[in-house]
């Protein structure tokens, strides 16, 4: 073997180890090669603020206990929502043959996450049994949430509405942006909390505060009573000036001066680039 | 008077390359990342942007690849490669299949159970496979084809290697996130292995395009 294909083999050798133990600690989902071409929907907001989509949608499930596991999420693509449990890591009660699985988007409660601002919507994640019985993740026992956020949020942690305050999750990157996950122990409301100040992109004006509404029971979601409908309110915050919209797509108008100086720096670059490459080669001295 | 970069050194495959050729092969290859750091930069505004869905977002980032290919196209590797024994494509082919089949079953096997995650479903398969084959292609033509080549002669293989794997994994943070470097910087030194190889990108290519397109069914 010569040295290139030794070096070849080396290099085989070190990418496939490497990518094992990449797998084995990087992001949790599961993807061969960070590569291709993502389809990403719009994020679909239950309260949306002026300029962005609504439309957030739930799911509801009914899933035979087979095999060692679930996966269930919102309809959106990337799913805005998911749970991936076992089913060893949930308290079955006895005689539990099919399971109701739930994850609704919910009005934002009135309590305010301590340590940032909701990012996206809230979202009920519920499961019971055939007959209506909440089946609660087993003590000691964990199940993976995963959250998608709106369009530029870069920084973001799961958080519970338990007791009536935001307590954090343990969060990490999904592996894709806007998109978080968590290891959870138990059921109930959760959503992503950005750092203060954060408003996602496109958006004229943040989300109008949302009053409580009751919140749909297990018994409501097994018994198969609809989950809450979307209530769109574009109306801006009366108090306070709108954000200057942060996407290129956004409305108002014109290329702002910092825009047209990175086009200029990119047609530079692709011109000086060009001249370099189109030069013939040069013969060797001699 | 007939260009000569390159020179045997004798019988051998040894070959050598002058200063002069070394140069002008590092400008050549610091223009293509130039290039290639500016298509990675437009991508990244229109997913931003959200004016075009990502299917037509796919076909206009590999055919900008595509383009820079053509720009920086070099038949002055090709001569090293030939010197080394390069492997015909029919060889490379199915390596590279079989190769690309193992990128797809270490996270089953490594991964499991873990959450599923919907990238291109939201689409009809035969435009996002259309789209998915031509930026893995692209990338490979580009990144293992001529910018290999032109660093390859500027600084030798290992430069290559470690380039191209590196450039490989920082023009998927835009899309993907800091979190996918360590994964993709493996995956592209495995690649790289495959190109050195087989002394073209053939093998590295149809690898990369059996992994992303086996995603639509992970």
Request: a neutral charge.
């Amino acid at each position: 073997m010569n040295r290139p294909r030794r070096l070849a083999a080396g290099a085989v050798l070190l990418g496939l180890a490497g990518a094992a133990l990449a797998q084995i600690s990087g992001p949790p989902v599961a993807r061969p090669l960070y590569d291709g071409v993502v389809v990403v929907d719009p994020y679909r907001w239950l309260d949306p603020p002026a300029g962005l989509e609504g439309g957030a949608r739930g799911v509801r499930q009914t899933l035979p206990v087979q095999g060692g596991g679930f996966s269930v999420d919102t309809p959106e693509n990337p799913p805005q929502a998911q749970i991936d449990a076992d089913y060893s890591a949930l308290s079955l009660p006895s005689g539990t043959k099919t399971l109701v699985v739930a994850i609704t988007p919910v009005k934002a409660p009135p309590v305010a996450p301590g340590d940032g601002v909701l990012a996206g919507n809230v979202y009920e994640l519920q499961v019971a049994n055939q007959r209506g019985v909440a089946v609660p993740v087993a003590s000691g026992s964990q199940v993976t949430v995963l959250f998608r956020g709106p369009s530029s949020l870069t920084d973001a942690k799961i958080e519970l509405l338990s007791n009536g305050a935001w307590t954090a999750i343990e969060t990490e990157p999904a592996g894709v942006p806007d998109m978080y996950t968590a290891l959870v122990s138990e059921f109930g409301e959760y959503a992503l909390v950005a750092p203060p100040g954060w408003l996602p992109a496109g958006a004229l004006a943040t989300p109008q505060r949302a009053t409580p509404s009751p919140t749909p029971t297990v018994a409501a979601v097994a018994s198969g009573s609809e989950p809450a409908a979307p209530q769109i309110s574009a109306t801006p915050e009366p108090s306070g000036p709108a954000p200057t919209p942060s996407s290129p797509g956004s409305p108002g108008g014109g290329l702002p001066f910092d825009r047209l100086i990175a086009l200029g720096i990119g047609a530079a670059v692709v011109v000086a680039a060009l001249i370099v490459l189109r030069r013939p080669i040069r013969p060797p001295p001699g | 008077m007939t260009h000569r970069p390159y020179a045997r050194t004798g019988a051998s495959v040894a070959w050598r390359v002058t200063r002069s050729a070394r140069l002008d092969a590092f400008a050549r290859a610091g223009a293509i990342v130039l290039l290639v750091c500016f298509s990675v930069s437009l991508r990244a505004s229109i997913a931003r942007s959200g004016a075009i869905g990502g299917v037509t977002e796919g076909y206009l980032y590999g055919a900008l690849w595509l383009g820079i290919a053509a720009v920086g196209r070099t038949r002055a590797g090709d001569r090293a490669d030939v010197l080394r024994g390069a492997t015909d494509l029919r060889t490379a082919i199915p390596i590279g299949a079989i190769a690309g089949g193992v990128l797809l079953i270490l996270p089953l096997v490594l991964h499991d159970p873990s959450p599923a995650l919907r990238i291109g479903q939201g689409t009809a398969f035969w435009p996002w496979a259309a789209a998915t084959s031509l930026v893995a292609v692209a990338e490979e033509v580009v990144l293992r084809g001529v910018l290999w080549r032109w660093i390859a002669v500027a600084g030798g293989d290992v430069a290559a290697l470690i380039a191209t794997s590196a450039l490989f994994a920082l023009i998927h943070v835009p899309t993907y996130g800091p979190t996918i470097v360590p994964l993709d910087l493996a995956v592209g030194c495995y690649l790289g292995g495959l190109r050195l190889w087989f002394g073209n990108p053939g093998a590295s290519a149809v690898a990369h395009l059996v992994a992303d397109l086996g995603t639509w069914w992970l």
